[in-house]
């Protein structure tokens, strides 16, 4: 048994020895391997987090969301649904909802603006950590917001949301009611949408179909859709995942491709001799195992550790530039390392196998050939 | 120390280094509702839908709330022109029609 792995270990040290005469060519090998892996641990990392944040925290969301549209869109709600919508069987509380878009010329960002619960305080807001950054604004600090008249409504900051919710709060802005109806020239009898909540989850369904019955201009959103919606928007067909991903697995192929096609004169030259030395077939099989397995294992175990670093230590700053898009407001969020120990494997079974059986199926083809015919044909 | 001892001694350290990973993440997110209290706060506070990642258009910035005619939000016709429009796929709702019509 001992010498059995005395026998492993000195084929790898001749392994690593051919591998650093070679060290220019392996070490970009290793390289981009390395990038190839990070890419990819790195979105799955991202996305994986990202939904099952998604999802912990949005099943707080409200059971059931009812929009009016009108022409196609989103349209304020008149506050004769809220009376009607209460009164049915299995409707626990209906509250009109007052939430809208600002945008602000000065710094070219959206905000958010909500009217929490409470109804807020006249006059005083709490900004997102993002609004604060892009506006250079903090606690105390005025904020002037341009109403639907041109007329300015100037709003004092009394508080900033701390920056571990910006995942859900960085661009948000809590107002008042009654600031919130001046700034937009809302009317009494309107909302912007109408939360309802609902006795019997089982029921939920049923009371968005009577909603849909008595109102036909309503869409009801409920929260199943919600929390579905965060895994389709980063599923394996959204375009972040695809284009990324496409492009990784591509390079991926070139570089097994090459591997599997054939191997370079030098590396025939090497196996002819080791044949005439007197290795065995099986020992140059296990001298490719082992050139393989060093350079996708070392690879893959540092892509998947920088991956990891990247997304939940770095903030992902690779990504920011692709998600931050056109917004000025871009919240810097720091994701709960949710790992799925299952996608690793997969990303294991992927790449680490494929490129070390690449490399042992043309060594193994010459290996079988006479040693004096693979030397002569050089 | 032998090369192939270095060798392994480096592939041990990588894999004590997935380890420590795999046991901070596994710390983390041990009690979801501690770990995202604040979070939580917020969302029934202000009855949010919707993570803040994209801020750029309204269909991005809420994607559970978005028209059913995104992202053809100008006219049936026009191509979408905001960056992560084209970065995420459409709420599955909206490509399915919503179930409860």
């Known amino acids: 048994m001992n010498s059995r792995l005395e026998v492993q270990r000195n084929i790898l040290d001749f392994t690593l020895s051919s591998l650093l005469r070679r060290k220019a060519k392996n070490s970009i090998l290793i390289l981009v391997f390395t990038l190839v892996v990070f890419m990819l641990a790195s979105i799955i990392f991202f996305t994986n987090a990202v939904k099952r944040e998604a999802v912990a925290v949005l099943k707080n969301s409200p059971d059931m969301v009812v929009q009016r549209l009108s022409a196609g869109r989103h349209d304020l709600?008149?506050?004769?649904?809220?009376?009607?919508?209460?009164?049915?069987?299995?409707?626990?509380?209906?509250?009109?909802?007052?939430?809208?878009?600002?945008?602000?010329?000065?710094?070219?960002?959206?905000?958010?603006?909500?009217?929490?619960?409470?109804?807020?305080?006249d006059g005083k807001i709490v900004t997102g950590k993002g609004v604060s950054r892009t506006m250079r604004a903090g606690e105390g600090d005025i904020l002037p917001l341009k109403s639907y008249k041109g007329e300015w409504v100037v709003l004092a900051i009394k508080g900033v949301l701390k920056s571990d919710s910006e995942l859900v709060s960085s661009d948000l802005i809590e107002i008042s009611e009654k600031d919130f109806r001046k700034l937009f020239g809302i009317s009494q009898d309107s909302f912007t949408d109408i939360?309802?909540?609902?006795?019997?989850?089982?029921?939920?369904?049923?009371?968005?179909?009577?909603?849909?019955?008595?109102?036909?201009?309503?869409?009801?959103?409920?929260?199943?859709?919600?929390?579905?919606?965060?895994?389709?928007?980063?599923?394996?067909?959204?375009g972040l995942l695809l284009l990324i991903a496409a492009g990784a697995v591509f390079a991926f192929i070139i570089f097994a491709f090459d591997r599997a096609s054939g191997l370079s004169a030098e590396e025939r030259r090497e196996i002819g001799i080791l044949k005439a030395i007197g290795w065995e077939t099986s020992d140059v099989i296990a001298f490719k195992f082992w050139e393989g397995s060093v350079i996708?294992?070392?690879?893959?175990?540092?892509?998947?550790?920088?991956?990891?670093?990247?997304?939940?230590?770095?903030y992902a700053p690779l990504f920011e530039p692709v998600l931050k898009g056109w917004a000025v407001l871009y919240p810097e969020f720091r994701l709960v390392p949710f790992i799925d120990p299952f996608q690793i494997a997969t990303l294991f079974f992927l790449t680490v196998l494929p490129y070390t059986a690449a490399t042992i199926i043309p060594s193994w083809r010459s290996a079988v050939v006479d040693p004096d015919r693979i030397m002569r044909s050089q | 120390m032998r090369r192939p001892d270095r060798f392994l001694l480096y592939l041990g350290a990588n894999l004590a280094?997935?380890?420590?990973?795999?046991?901070?993440?596994?710390?983390?997110?041990?009690?979801?509702?501690?770990?995202?209290?604040?979070?939580?706060?917020?969302?029934?506070?202000?009855?949010?839908?919707?993570?803040?990642?994209?801020?750029?258009?309204?269909?991005?910035?809420?994607?559970?709330?978005?028209?059913?005619?995104?992202?053809?939000?100008?006219?049936?016709?026009?191509?979408?022109?905001?960056?992560?429009?084209?970065?995420?796929?459409?709420?599955g709702h909206l490509r399915s029609g919503m179930t409860h019509e």
Not at chain 1, 213 to 228: A, W
Not at chain 1, 296 to 314: D, E, P, Q, R, T
């Open chain 1, 195 to 238: 939360a309802v909540t609902v006795k019997n989850p089982k029921e939920t369904l049923t009371i968005a179909k009577k909603i849909k019955e008595s109102f036909p201009d309503t869409r009801p959103i409920l929260r199943s859709e919600v929390l579905r919606t965060y895994d389709s928007l980063f599923n394996w067909r959204s």
């Open chain 1, 296 to 314: 996708s294992l070392s690879s893959f175990m540092a892509g998947i550790i920088l991956a990891y670093f990247h997304v939940f230590f770095a």
């Open chain 1, 77 to 121: 709600i008149p506050s004769e649904y809220i009376g009607t919508i209460k009164e049915m069987k299995g409707v626990v509380s209906v509250k009109g909802r007052h939430w809208g878009y600002y945008f602000e010329p000065a710094a070219s960002a959206n905000f958010t603006l909500v009217v929490p619960e409470d109804g807020g305080e």
């Open chain 2, 17 to 91: 280094i997935m380890a420590a990973m795999f046991a901070h993440s596994f710390v983390s997110t041990q009690n979801p509702e501690q770990v995202f209290a604040k979070k939580i706060e917020l969302v029934k506070r202000y009855g949010l839908t919707d993570l803040c990642i994209f801020t750029e258009a309204r269909y991005t910035r809420h994607p559970s709330q978005a028209d059913l005619n995104t992202p053809f939000q100008d006219y049936p016709l026009s191509f979408e022109h905001f960056p992560s429009g084209s970065i995420i796929a459409p709420p």
